[in-house]
């Protein structure tokens, strides 16, 4: 079933610089909120996914297998073509007559049902993997903060730290649960995105100023790229695809959809303030953690942090709860799915909508935990999540969709651009590919399963 945008849609409509009013378009069915949310929310949204807890591993899985000037010099850039590529995505919206809510509806449009369930599954297991390394951060930030617990307080578990990390991320995959059942779609996130930011700011203003400090303390560090021959090739290829994967989310089109009209408009709003002002307390952790430890920098930058013991379970304790809100945007797209296949509308406190939130959305996330608990490899899992989903959702589909769609607009240099941009992240993706999932395989064979990291 579809329908036509009226009502609160036809409210919003304005007139555009040469007069004309916005036309009407066909929106499909969906048992979450659209078109409710200002474009300066949605930014806080794009703002949210980018400073994460994830920013806290940079230093240590991207810096340090780059190096300063492969780094800064990838950082930017990946910073430039995001942008560019969530543009293309984005200005795609309402191609057609239709408004394309999901990333599958756009494709599905534009190439036919293969590529629907093609993109589908590839934006599944690119959100299912982010969720999965949210939760591996959630792990780690709540057993540090224990163990910090212990240092200062009291001693809460015995010497033989009979409580591990497989246990940790149990505990924040329960607390992943109970907020996704008591918050039934992504506009509802609301004042949540405010306290996301305050969270955001407290571990990494904390990050900063600790590693700016023993980085004065300690003038000797050790910039050198670590490995040699095959590892730094390896390392590097998968650090690129960390790079694409810290500015991604994979789910442009869902997040579009929360927007008011006019949607391309405020949705190219709230991305230049995404990789404007949401950037920059990401570059300032990220560098000044590789600044203050070089390559002995962590994957988890608050283990590399010296200081007040009280000031880092605060990061931590803030980073864990960060970890639930940004989890929750990152599987919104499966939330949706669920419930409007089973026709999940009206009262979210109604006891049908309830209980079937409890069970739908907390086994997913019991899934979801398992994985995190049996393989809590971090950088690895960034490196594969870039390479197998990011990559080609982001960038290689944005430009050939863009190319396809607007195939009689363009001249000859845009499709040549657009094609060469297709081929050189299409080879990006294939070698990424290899160098994570041999990461991951190393990795394996140095840890067990359920590995207490």
Same mark, same amino acid.
């Given at each position: 079933?579809?329908?036509?945008?009226?009502?609160?849609?036809?409210?919003?409509?304005?007139?555009?610089? @040469?007069?004309?009013?916005?036309?009407?378009?066909?929106?499909?069915?969906?048992?979450?909120?659209?078109?409710?949310?200002?474009?300066?929310?949605?930014?806080?949204?794009?703002?949210?996914?980018?400073?994460?807890? #994830?920013?806290?591993?940079?230093?240590?899985?991207?810096?340090?297998?780059?190096?300063? %000037?492969?780094?800064?010099?990838?950082?930017? =850039?990946?910073?430039? +073509?995001?942008?560019?590529?969530?543009?293309?995505?984005?200005?795609?919206?309402?191609?057609?007559? /239709?408004?394309?809510?999901?990333?599958?509806? *756009?494709?599905?449009?534009?190439?036919? /049902? /293969? %590529?629907?369930?093609?993109?589908?599954?590839?934006?599944?297991?690119?959100?299912?993997?982010?969720?999965?390394?949210? =939760?591996?951060?959630?792990?780690?930030?709540?057993?540090?903060? +224990?163990?910090?617990?212990?240092?200062?307080? $009291?001693?809460? #578990?015995?010497?033989?730290?009979?409580?591990?990390?497989? $246990?940790?991320?149990?505990?924040?995959?329960?607390?992943?649960?109970?907020?996704?059942?008591?918050?039934?779609?992504?506009?509802?996130?609301?004042?949540? *995105?405010?306290?996301?930011?305050?969270?955001?700011?407290?571990? +990494?203003?904390?990050?900063?100023?600790?590693?700016?400090?023993?980085?004065?303390?300690?003038?000797?560090?050790?910039?050198?790229?670590?490995?040699?021959?095959?590892?730094?090739?390896?390392?590097?290829?998968?650090?690129?695809?960390?790079?694409?994967?810290?500015?991604?989310?994979?789910?442009?089109?869902?997040?579009?959809?929360?927007?008011?009209?006019?949607?391309?408009?405020? !949705? !190219?709003?709230?991305?230049? #303030?995404?990789?404007?002002?949401?950037?920059?307390?990401?570059?300032?952790?990220?560098? !000044?953690?590789?600044?203050?430890?070089?390559?002995?920098?962590?994957?988890?930058? =608050?283990?590399?942090?010296?200081?007040?013991?009280?000031? /880092?379970?605060?990061? @931590?304790?803030?980073?864990?709860?960060?970890?639930?809100?940004?989890?929750?945007?990152?599987?919104?797209?499966? $939330?949706?799915?669920?419930?409007?296949?089973?026709?999940?509308?009206?009262?979210?406190?109604?006891?049908? @909508?309830?209980?079937?939130?409890?069970? &739908?959305?907390?086994? $997913?996330?019991?899934?979801?935990? =398992?994985?995190?608990? &049996?393989?809590?490899?971090?950088?690895?899992?960034?490196?594969?999540?870039?390479?197998?989903?990011?990559?080609?959702?982001?960038?290689? *589909?944005?430009?050939? !969709?863009?190319?396809?769609?607007?195939?009689?607009?363009?001249?000859?240099?845009?499709?040549?651009?657009?094609?060469?941009?297709?081929?050189?992240?299409?080879?990006?993706? +294939?070698?990424?590919?290899?160098?994570?999932?041999?990461?991951?395989?190393?990795?394996?064979?140095?840890?067990?399963?359920?590995?207490?990291?």
């Amino acid at each position: 079933m579809r329908v036509l945008m009226e009502g609160a849609y036809s409210d919003s409509r304005s007139p555009k610089a @040469n007069g004309e009013m916005h036309l009407e378009v066909e929106v499909p069915e969906t048992a979450h909120q659209i078109s409710q949310d200002s474009w300066f929310q949605v930014g806080f949204v794009l703002t949210t996914g980018i400073n994460s807890a #994830f920013v806290l591993g940079y230093s240590g899985t991207t810096m340090v297998p780059l190096g300063w %000037a492969g780094g800064v010099i990838g950082f930017v =850039l990946a910073t430039g +073509i995001s942008l560019y590529a969530n543009a293309l995505v984005a200005r795609l919206h309402e191609f057609g007559g /239709k408004r394309h809510i999901r990333y599958r509806d *756009l494709a599905g449009h534009i190439y036919g /049902k /293969k %590529a629907y369930f093609l993109t589908w599954t590839l934006q599944y297991v690119n959100l299912f993997m982010i969720n999965t390394g949210f =939760l591996i951060l959630a792990g780690q930030a709540l057993k540090r903060r +224990i163990s910090l617990s212990e240092e200062a307080i $009291y001693v809460l #578990f015995r010497d033989d730290h009979d409580m591990k990390l497989p $246990y940790f991320t149990a505990i924040g995959g329960f607390v992943c649960a109970i907020f996704a059942i008591g918050i039934p779609h992504l506009s509802a996130l609301g004042i949540w *995105l405010c306290f996301s930011t305050v969270l955001s700011l407290i571990y +990494i203003i904390v990050a900063f100023v600790l590693s700016l400090i023993d980085g004065i303390k300690d003038p000797s560090k050790d910039y050198s790229i670590p490995g040699s021959g095959a590892s730094k090739v390896f390392s590097t290829i998968g650090a690129a695809a960390s790079l694409v994967f810290a500015f991604n989310t994979g789910m442009l089109p869902e997040i579009q959809a929360t927007i008011r009209q006019p949607v391309v408009e405020n !949705m !190219m709003k709230a991305l230049y #303030f995404q990789f404007t002002a949401g950037v920059l307390p990401l570059y300032a952790v990220v560098f !000044m953690g590789y600044w203050a430890y070089g390559s002995a920098t962590s994957s988890y930058l =608050l283990n590399s942090v010296s200081g007040p013991i009280w000031v /880092k379970a605060m990061a @931590n304790i803030a980073a864990f709860l960060q970890t639930v809100i940004a989890l929750h945007i990152f599987a919104s797209p499966m $939330y949706e799915y669920l419930d409007t296949q089973y026709g999940i509308t009206g009262s979210a406190l109604s006891p049908r @909508n309830l209980s079937f939130r409890i069970v &739908a959305r907390g086994g $997913y996330l019991a899934i979801n935990t =398992l994985v995190s608990a &049996a393989l809590p490899f971090l950088g690895d899992f960034m490196s594969l999540t870039g390479a197998i989903s990011t990559f080609p959702l982001t960038f290689i *589909l944005a430009n050939h !969709m863009y190319v396809v769609a607007k195939d009689n607009k363009l001249n000859s240099l845009q499709k040549l651009w657009h094609w060469l941009n297709v081929c050189f992240f299409s080879c990006m993706s +294939i070698t990424a590919a290899i160098a994570a999932l041999r990461l991951i395989a190393l990795d394996s064979k140095t840890y067990n399963l359920f590995a207490d990291l």
